[in-house]
C-alpha cells in the first residue's frame, strides 16, 4: 500500500556534499512526521535527524551543522542535505514516515530500502 523509495546516494570523497531524497507513494492520507536514519557495516542502525508535521527537526549530535533535513508535503518527500562529509558518515541511510493509509485512521511506521553513501579518499 506504501512504498518509500530514497535515491541521492553516491560515492564522495571526505568535505563533500550529497542530498538525499525520499519519497513516499501509496494510498496516504497523511503523513504525520518523517525521518533518516543510518546503518553503517558492522553497527547498528541510528537515528539521524527527523522534521515533525509542523516542520520542526532535530539532529543526531554528530551531524548537527553539517546536515539539514527538510520536507515538500505536497510531494510526500523528505530530504537529507548533507554538507562536510566525514568517513564515518559511510552508511545506508534509509528514511522512515509515519503514515495514516486511507483505509484506516491508525498510523504507523513505514521504512523505505535505503540509499548507499559512501565517503572515502
Known amino acids: 500500500q506504501v512504498q518509500l523509495v530514497e535515491s541521492g546516494g553516491d560515492l564522495v570523497q571526505p568535505g563533500g556534499s550529497l542530498r538525499l531524497s525520499c519519497s513516499a507513494s501509496g494510498s496516504i492520507f497523511h503523513i504525520y512526521g518523517m525521518a533518516w536514519y543510518r546503518q553503517a557495516p558492522g553497527k547498528e542502525r541510528e537515528w539521524v535527524a527527523d522534521?515533525?508535521?509542523?516542520?520542526?527537526?532535530n539532529y543526531l549530535d554528530s551531524v548537527k551543522g553539517r546536515f539539514t533535513i527538510s520536507r515538500d508535503f505536497a510531494k510526500n518527500t523528505v530530504y537529507l542535505q548533507m554538507n562536510s562529509l566525514k568517513l564515518e558518515d559511510t552508511a545506508v541511510y534509509t528514511c522512515r514516515a509515519d503514515i495514516a493509509l486511507k483505509s484506516h485512521a491508525i498510523h504507523d511506521y513505514y521504512w523505505g530500502l535505503g540509499t548507499q553513501v559512501i565517503v572515502s579518499s
Open positions: 522534521i515533525t508535521n509542523g516542520g520542526n527537526t
